[in-house]
């Protein structure tokens, strides 16, 4: 699972070829969630609240590369980096 994002410990995945909607994954300490990118919210587990409003930030920022990312990952294709949270 390729590491998109890492920032304040908060480490941002995406698998290939992945079910819908487009999401990505979301690990935090021992915590894990699943975020849909074109709704920018959790589809499926939790992060702490700090986490998940830096998270639902960035995924608002970098919605438009995430999407990009989905279409990359589907395709089986390198996924590109995006910036993180300063």
């Known amino acids: 699972m390729p590491l998109i994002s890492l920032f304040f410990g908060i480490r941002i995945t995406m698998y290939y070829n992945d079910h819908m909607p487009p999401h990505f994954h979301v690990s935090y300490a021992d915590e894990t969630a699943l975020i849909d990118i074109q ?3 959790v ?7 700090r986490q ?5 930030a960035w995924c608002t920022i970098h919605q438009d590369e ?3 990312n989905w ?3 589907r ?3 390198p996924l590109n980096k995006i910036a993180p949270l300063i």
Do not use: I, T, W
């Open 66 to 68: 995430l999407m990009q």
């Open 71 to 73: 279409e990359l990952a």
């Open 39 to 41: 709704n920018v919210c």
């Open 75 to 77: 395709d089986e294709k």
């Open 43 to 49: 589809l499926r587990g939790g992060l702490p609240n």
């Open 52 to 56: 998940l409003r830096l998270v639902l």
